[in-house]
């Protein structure tokens, strides 16, 4: 049974940093296209980063040139930078596989980020 386990989040001021992980177990992270996901309040799940097997990566333009997502096969854990961080990342980010027919694993509690202005 997979389990997603995300970490990280918290409180932090405009243009500030975090660092989020998501550490899988279960499953094997490297052969999988894996992203990170998030939902703010009223809104649906977006993803806004993957990375593909072979390490491509691709961000949603909201995030691009402040997130980095990355990934490191021997923890079997994903990770997101976030830089720059603006209000409106406020939410909850979670992680999972991306795929095109969106058959994901059972959804983690996700981490909490909450960016003040």
């Known amino acids: 049974q997979v389990q997603l386990v995300e970490s990280g989040g918290g409180l932090v001021q405009a243009g500030g940093s975090l660092r989020l992980s998501c550490t899988v177990s279960?499953?094997?992270?490297?052969?999988?296209?894996m992203g990170w996901y998030r939902q703010a309040p009223g809104k649906q799940r977006e993803l806004v980063a993957s990375?593909?097997?072979?390490?491509?990566?691709i961000y949603a333009d909201s995030v691009k040139g402040r997130f980095t997502i990355s990934r490191d096969n021997a923890k079997n854990t994903v990770y997101l930078q976030m830089n720059s961080l603006k209000f409106e990342d406020t939410a909850v980010y979670y992680c999972?596989?991306?795929?095109?027919?969106?058959?994901?694993?059972?959804w983690g509690q996700g981490t909490q980020v909450t960016v003040s202005s």
């Open positions: 999972n596989k991306v795929r095109v027919d969106n058959i994901l694993w059972n």
């Open positions: 279960g499953r094997t992270v490297s052969i999988n296209t």
């Open positions: 990375i593909t097997s072979g390490g491509r990566t």
